[in-house]
């Protein structure tokens, strides 16, 4: 994973995200495929509470 500003979060979905997200899930049941779906909430809220711990950097390459 890779942080380019602290607004910048980009993440690519694994085929099972369906079948293990439930918020992806729960998109995908009620007829949004998989693929088009943009974000989940707890995992952006997973990778912001990584950056504050210092978990995950934020890149300073400008």
């Known amino acids: 994973m ?11 979905w694994t085929t099972d995200a369906a079948a293990t997200c439930e918020e992806i ?3 995908v049941a009620g007829g949004e ?4 779906v ?7 809220a997973s990778i ?3 950056v504050r711990e ?3 950097k934020v890149s ?3």
Do not use: F, I, M
């Open 2 to 12: 890779k942080k380019n500003s602290l607004p910048h979060t980009s993440v690519q």
């Open 25 to 27: 899930s729960s998109r």
């Open 33 to 36: 495929h998989a693929a088009c």
């Open 38 to 44: 943009t974000h989940c909430g707890a995992l952006r």
């Open 48 to 50: 912001e509470q990584a």
């Open 54 to 56: 210092g978990l995950v």
């Open 60 to 62: 300073s390459d400008d």
